[in-house]
């Protein structure tokens, strides 16, 4: 059977679309609600009422935020039973199971104690309704915590088995699944990255009170947490994104050769700092693959394997095949070849067990179980379809670093103005503040385009690529409810951003009387 | 400052809050009308489950998708 391109492309494309707009409010949720919670703790130890006055300001903005983005992920399950009906009964046991216990627990602490945090400031102790704010700042988290559990088993498949008499991959370990270092790492990376973007949002917003000559208390306090918090969270990023990177190199060799441009690889391997890609550069031709680029020297092998002088494979050498540091890896012609041979025998065994021929069955059972490690590689025509969209993960990745990079000086220098009381009068600097919200928006997706285009053309690495795990629908159905969901979505985001915009306007001061 | 004491207390809590909201009471249009156009909507009219609208047994949606996977 073949698939319509142009199916996979638009099943692509809307994914697409509703998770990076669902990622718009996830990671404000995640950094304002430390925020926030933070200048609450402050109010609880010191008892002064401008730090209350300053939770309740940023509580608000987090409400309106949490309210627009809340069950926007919800269309991402739509659309995995609908676009992708191969892939959701192929991995239904795996997936449903993070799911499930992150809409039972984590929605339902996030629901009980966000009604405390708004409504019971006069009606529980000061004790009880910080951890009423730091239980919602967790339940958000831990949300958060489940997706990316599920996210990085496609990344890295672990904990399971395939079962060919219910095509299912059947979960096999749960502490595999949740202890998988790709999870932790993911968990860890994303969640603290986000803090950069709560960090941006409450600096950029603090400096518009400042240029507007309004709330200067208010203002420089709220700037003094979110720096701080800023600072920490890109300190703890790059930790992460440095463990990550290397959790890339083991699991996703592909991925990280697409993120640094590296088609042939070696001993010694230098990064890309910056660079400019050949854009006629393709796999196995003898072109340049850079019109422009700094490398740091040998960075790349430390990063890749904690050794300066190791290899590490490029998109060429994964293709063709390599044998290096005691490691042979197999050509994906060969991979393809045994991915061909599971297929078959799963045909086979599909066969032989309505034929109620056990001995047929069981040898196309141990062909299928001694070639499942490549089964998504069948599905190939040519080599060369392993190799994700090499220009959109290589520039993705600089954006997330370089931009990463920029808050990091940014809330420093912020940080010490503010300390040496200068900030307040730097109006220049201010606008450069606000003017870097959108900023930080786009390093969070640019991360999550690295993520998830750098692991194509796989939906579960190695096991499945898009092509396999899309549904047998029209494209136009799915041209359609895209264009329902680009209106849709993009209404919503009206409505958030005018009703927000409103509140900011209103300024801390309307909250001083307010039960919300 | 009336604090709680009691479960009913609780609850009170929740209704004086809904009372006395906003902006949460705009929220919570917009969340009533987001859920009613994802589920009495789209999820109805556009995005049914592509194999439990075609077949009713697990094994049917099986040997759907492993015709699927093998005849690709």
Redesign the interface.
């Known amino acids: 059977?073949n698939?319509d391109v142009s199916l996979i492309d638009w099943s692509r494309a809307q994914f697409a679309l509703t998770a990076m707009y669902h990622w718009i409010f996830v990671p404000l949720t995640l950094g304002l609600g430390v925020i926030m919670a933070i200048m609450e703790s402050l109010y609880y130890k010191t008892g002064k009422d401008k730090w209350k006055r300053t939770a309740k300001f940023w509580m608000?903005l987090f409400?309106?935020n949490f309210?627009?983005g809340?069950?926007t992920g919800?269309?991402l399950e739509?659309?995995f039973?609908?676009?992708w009906?191969?892939y959701?009964?192929?991995v239904g046991d795996i997936f449903g199971a993070p799911l499930a216990i992150e809409g039972i627990i984590a929605f339902f602490m996030e629901a009980t104690f966000i009604?405390?945090m708004?409504?019971?400031w006069?009606?529980?102790?000061k004790g009880f309704h910080l951890a009423s704010t730091w239980l919602t700042v967790f339940g958000a988290t831990i949300s958060a915590l489940w997706i990316l559990i599920a996210n990085a088993w496609m990344q890295y498949p672990v904990g399971m088995e395939f079962n060919?008499?219910?095509?299912?991959n059947e979960m096999n370990d749960f502490w595999a699944l949740v202890l998988s270092p790709v999870a932790l790492n993911k968990f860890f990376h994303t969640v603290i990255s986000s803090w950069l973007v709560g960090s941006a949002f409450v600096v950029g917003i603090s400096s518009w009170f400042l240029i507007k000559k309004r709330e200067k208390e208010f203002a420089l306090d709220s700037v003094k947490i979110a720096t701080i918090v800023g600072t920490i969270g890109i300190l703890l990023s790059i930790y992460s994104g440095d463990e990550s990177g290397h959790q890339v190199a083991q699991k996703q060799p592909m991925k990280l050769a697409a993120m640094e441009g590296l088609y042939d690889g070696g001993h010694s391997v230098g990064l890309v700092g910056i660079g400019i890609l050949n854009p006629q550069k393709e796999a196995n031709d003898n072109k340049e693959t850079f019109l422009f680029d700094v490398k740091i020297p040998q960075l790349l092998s430390f990063l890749a394997n904690r050794d300066f002088n190791s290899y590490v494979p490029g998109i060429n050498d994964i293709i063709n095949g390599y044998t290096a540091d005691n490691t042979t890896e197999i050509s994906v012609a060969e991979k393809m070849n045994k991915g061909k041979q599971a297929?078959?025998a799963?045909?086979d065994y599909?066969k032989a067990r309505k034929a109620k021929d056990t001995l047929a069955a069981a040898e196309a059972k141990e062909r299928l179980d001694a070639n499942y490690k490549y089964f998504g590689y069948g599905?190939f025509k040519s080599p060369e379809e392993v190799v994700p969209n090499v220009p959109l993960v290589f520039y993705s990745f600089r954006v997330m670093v370089i931009l990463a990079g920029y808050f990091l000086i940014l809330f420093i220098i912020v940080w010490l103005f503010n300390h040496k009381k200068r900030f307040e009068n730097m109006t220049w600097l201010q606008w450069v503040c606000l003017l870097s919200i959108p900023l930080a928006y786009i390093t969070s997706q640019a991360g999550w385009i690295v993520a998830e285009v750098g692991r194509q053309p796989w939906t579960i690495q190695d096991i499945l690529p898009v092509?396999?795990a899309v549904?047998?629908?029209s494209a136009g159905?799915v041209k359609?409810?895209f264009f329902?969901f680009l209106f849709?979505l993009t209404a919503?985001f009206i409505?958030e951003l005018s009703?927000m915009i409103?509140?900011i306007k209103l300024g801390p001061g309307a909250e001083d009387n307010?039960?919300? | 400052m009336e604090r709680i004491k009691s479960l009913k207390d609780f609850f009170q809590m929740y209704i004086d809050g809904f009372r006395s909201m906003t902006v949460g009471k705009t929220l919570w249009l917009i969340i009533l009308l987001k859920l009613f156009i994802m589920f009495a909507i789209l999820k109805v009219f556009f995005f049914p489950n592509f194999l439990n609208s075609k077949f009713d047994t697990d094994q049917q949606k099986s040997n759907f998708v492993e015709q699927q996977l093998t005849g690709k």
């Open positions: 059977m698939v608000k409400g309106v309210a627009i809340v069950a919800i269309i739509f659309e039973g609908t676009n009906s191969n959701s009964w192929f009604a405390v708004f409504f019971g006069k009606k529980v102790s060919p008499d219910t095509m299912r297929i078959a799963l045909s599909s599905y092509s396999a549904s047998d629908i159905s359609t409810t329902i849709l919503l409505a009703i409103k509140q307010s039960h919300e």
